[in-house]
């Protein structure tokens, strides 16, 4: 792709990429489900805005943006929506306007977090960043030791706590109060994830146990802890003085609201049968639900894309390089190839075996435990790679930043893909999964070429570059014009979905009384 090394063509180009990868990616996440399955679709958005944006100090940290954008993006994987979907499929008013709103704050949840982390990959300086390398794996080896000795599970079940994530939030808080106090370096790391997990907290007691506010009862209430984390984190980029980083957050807090509730729109068209959907055959039986997935990645890959290579990149004066042969960005790769995918992959084999796809024995051995060698031949496999490409003796790895950039959006992409189409081809006789991943084949297929296409040449950029702490990143008119339009959508949305149909749509629920109805 001829770029010329426009940086208006690198930013239009960008913001494409960044729709597409969400897409597929919240595709993905749609069929995996929860934090795990929402750390690819994170991954693959921000090695697109990586990878487009023309500035060499962003592809040299591709693997920390990556494991960064994977991070920020899980977090929101805690909430539930189901019901809350379901409110946008009644007749009534009131109901399919909260069920809108209920969606817009998750979305704009997801999207926020996600965006102030990843900032943070392209504002703060390297030294800073190596400080969490450290508590990211101790954190790591605590949850896994915590999840596989069944320990969660029977605390979640002890104290309920409204279904939500308490166990989480405590552990990091307590791992990382006990890093800081054993490496007094990582002290600024540490600080953070407390500030986040404290947040988690305050969130959920003040706005579900004080004021006993449940966005969809009975399900999760982590809805309120991811209000409570997401305050925590502009409130810090504020006292950092990160103003970047906080207008980034705000612009894909706004992405993501809107994402869903537009996402959700056009799924209710789907259940209603609207228009050409009704009068057209090959419309019909298709999974609506994957529309919503997909159009939700797309509108908030573009808005975030739109933010980052729009809004900041060619203004931001490059991050400081002040720390080498740090471990981070080998622990990125491990969390990006090994434990994001064995966090999500391994669900393949459990459902194989759930609807009897394989054997129960394979030479008197249980199959699971075939595919589990095989898995940690593939991960040994990996892990050598990893470990010969920082000693720099792995001649696969390409010798240019952004290069390896290329080949790791690849990787996460295709793996993804086909990982999730090998779960479902037993089921590919019906229409709807077919449907759905064909369009996943179409949309990676398409990603992959603009990033093939890319000329991986930096972009010089003529204007004066700002801090990430100068003033002059403060939200302009336009975005906060934009925040008076959300509740005209919500209006609008609501009174649309209501005429779609003289009865509630499929799957509906109701929050509140029957009153209010569509006369």
Known sequence: MDTKNRPSDFALIGVLLSGLAMSVGWGFRGDYGHEAGA???GALLALSICLASGRRDWWERASIMA??????WAFGGQMSYGIVIGYTASDSFLNVAYGYAGLFLIGALWGGIGSGILAQSVTQSRSFLERFAGPLVALWLVWFAVD???????LSETWYLHDTDWFAASSALLAAGAYAFIAPRARPACVFIIILAAGWWAGYICLTVVLGLHMTPP??????GCV??????VIYLIRRQDRAAFRLALGGFLAGGVGFAMGDFVQMLGRAQWGPIGRLS??????????????????????VGCAFLRGVRRKLVPPEEDRTGGYLNIIALFFLLLVMFWSNLFKNVRNWAKEDHIPDLFFNIRTEW???????????????AIIRHRRQALPLAPASAFGRGQLLFLLILWIAVIGAF?????????????????????????????VLMLSGKPVHYPEAQLAASDPLWKPNIRFWISWLLIPALIFVLAYLTINLSDEPLPGSHLRFAETLRKE
């Open 39 to 41: 750390m690819v679709p």
């Open 67 to 72: 494991m960064c954008g994977g991070i920020g």
């Open 148 to 154: 596989i000795s069944g320990l969660t599970d029977s």
């Open 219 to 224: 399900r999760s209430d982590n809805w309120s």
């Open 228 to 233: 409570g984390l997401f305050v925590a984190l």
């Open 282 to 303: 090959t419309l019909q039986g298709l999974d609506y639900w994957k529309w919503m997935e997909q159009l939700f990645g797309l509108i908030m890959g573009l808005g």
């Open 370 to 384: 075939w595919f589990l060698w095989v898995g940690l031949m593939l991960s040994a496999m990996v892990l050598i």
């Open 422 to 450: 090998v779960q479902a081809f037993p089921n590919m006789d019906h229409k709807g999964v077919f449907f759905v991943h064909t369009t996943f084949w179409i949309t990676a297929g398409i990603g992959s070429l603009i």
